[in-house]
């Protein structure tokens, strides 16, 4: 120590806070930047469910003119939603062939 000048100290405490403080701010960049990403990414999938149920929203409804000799109905037309057609439910019947009709369980 008798060696070393008291610069060398102020260097180290120097070097020692300046370079405590570029990787802090290396750590808080990292932090915000992922931050910022998860916020526009869930941004981005609000916006796109919106325009698919805007979508869904369009396609069920059905623009009719109020009377016969309007045609070109604006937006004064009655909405009638497009009825829902069920093709299968959880009763529908289903035919099984895995057995013959003439089995005996009996065995």
């Not at 808080?28 to 869904?56: N, W």
């Amino acid at each position: 120590m008798e060696k070393t000048s008291p610069w060398a100290a102020l260097y180290f405490v120097a070097l020692m806070t300046f370079g405590n403080y570029v990787l802090f701010n290396l750590l808080v960049a990292i932090l915000v930047e992922g931050f910022s990403s998860e916020r526009i990414e869930r941004e981005q999938k609000e916006k796109e469910a919106e325009e698919r149920a805007e979508k869904v929203r369009q396609n069920s409804k059905l623009v009719v003119p109020t009377s016969l000799e309007d045609e070109t109905a604006g937006p004064s037309s009655a909405l009638i939603p497009a009825p829902i057609i069920i093709t299968h439910t959880a009763a529908t019947p289903t035919v099984s062939h895995s057995l013959p009709p003439s089995s005996d369980f009996s065995h």
